[in-house]
């Protein structure tokens, strides 16, 4: 049960497009194409951006996307804005158990 | 509207326990897997534990396994932790959330804090 690694930061100005990467397992990320995404500002819960490695909620902007290679998940943001500034978690089935990314934070310069 | 709304948090001395609650409303509480998460102040999120619709089925981080058990009453549309002999490392703010599919969180309540500290 060894957590998904993300790296801690990555920044972006607005407009531009940024990528955070989940690396897991062939036991995780992997084995099941079962990666959501959560979007956490200061203090808030967890919002729910994507699921199943690239579906969006209703209501998430089509600026936020998925994909999936092998033992890696990406997250995009594109046309980054202000009020995307926040830690961004991805999380993956693990067979009946399920496991989180250490967190990216997210800064738009 | 769907909510989730935590309660129970509190300052406990590491070997207490402690009883978490999450009161569900705007879903049909039967219907669905709910969870526990948690974070660590500064830290990242990390699932603890899951309970089927009927309770039959509970799975559990390992850290937990044998000292937190989750259970939830339908009829009165509530999810519970319950904490024993509890650690400073289980200080965080506790989530419930509800699970789509088994495998990722579709609604997230607003947390309670639990304290370990002497």
């Known amino acids: 049960q060894s957590a998904l690694t993300q790296p801690r930061s990555v920044s972006g100005s607005p407009g531009q497009s940024v990528t955070i990467s989940c690396t897991g397992t062939?036991?995780?990320?992997?084995?099941?194409?079962?990666v959501s995404w959560y979007q956490q500002h200061p203090g808030k819960a967890p919002k729910l951006m994507i699921y199943?490695?690239?579906k969006r909620p209703s209501g998430v902007p089509d600026r936020f996307s998925g994909s999936k290679s092998g033992n890696t998940a990406s997250l995009t943001i594109s046309g980054l804005q202000a009020e995307d500034e926040a830690d961004y978690y991805c999380?993956?089935?693990?067979?009946?158990?399920?496991?989180f990314g250490g967190g990216t934070k997210l800064t738009v310069l | 509207e769907v909510q989730l709304v935590e309660s129970g948090g509190g300052l406990v001395q590491p070997g207490g326990s402690l009883r978490l609650s999450c009161a569900a409303s705007?879903?049909?509480?039967?219907?669905?897997?709910m969870s526990w998460v948690r974070q660590a102040p500064g830290k990242g999120l990390e699932w603890v534990a899951n309970?089927?619709?009927?309770?039959?089925?509970?799975y559990y981080v390992d850290s937990v396994k044998g000292r937190f058990t989750i259970s939830r009453d339908n009829a009165k549309n509530s999810l519970y932790l319950q904490m024993n002999s509890l650690r400073a490392e289980d200080t965080a703010v506790y989530y419930c959330?509800?699970?789509?599919?088994?495998?990722?969180?579709?609604?997230w309540g607003q947390g309670t804090l639990v304290t370990v500290s002497s």
């Open positions: 959330a509800r699970v789509r599919l088994r495998h990722y969180f579709d609604y």
């Open positions: 705007g879903f049909t509480f039967s219907s669905y897997w």
């Open positions: 309970i089927k619709q009927d309770g039959s089925e509970k």
């Open positions: 062939s036991s995780d990320v992997g084995g099941y194409n079962y």
């Open positions: 199943d490695v690239s």
């Open positions: 999380c993956s089935y693990a067979g009946i158990l399920l496991v």
